[in-house]
């Protein structure tokens, strides 16, 4: 059974750090990308980042690129997303998902999603 489980969300100031984990199992790391979403109040779900399942390739959407970096450890089937410089506009639920293969940025590629977690970015 494919499970992706999201953890790391909180509460943090303008400028601050957070490092999400995507603790997953069900499938394997080397065969599926896995791709961080967020989703603020009242706006559609945009992609964040991925990773990709052969050759662990990373991706980043322009507002995040230099601030986010995506990570994974294969030996326990866990993906991160170390968030700095946090801003208030990064304030949304954020979701890990899984795709075969590369995967990409639409919501549509992605097959099984986490639950989400809260990162909220506040002075």
């Known amino acids: 059974q494919v499970q992706l489980v999201e953890s790391g969300g909180g509460l943090v100031q303008p400028g601050g750090s957070l490092r999400l984990s995507c603790a997953t199992s069900?499938?394997?790391?080397?065969?599926?990308?896995i791709g961080w979403f967020r989703q603020a109040p009242g706006k559609e779900r945009e992609w964040v980042s991925l990773?990709?399942?052969?050759?662990?390739?990373?991706d980043y959407a322009d507002s995040v690129k230099g601030r986010f970096t995506i990570s994974r450890d294969n030996a326990k089937n866990t993906v991160y997303l170390q968030m700095n410089n946090l801003k208030p506009e990064d304030t949304a639920v954020y979701y890990c998902?899984?795709?075969w293969g590369r995967g990409g940025s639409g919501v549509n590629e992605y097959d099984y999603w986490g639950q989400g977690t809260q990162v909220t970015v506040s002075p």
């Open positions: 998902a899984t795709a």
């Open positions: 069900g499938f394997s790391l080397d065969y599926y990308a």
């Open positions: 990773i990709s399942s052969s050759d662990g390739g990373a």
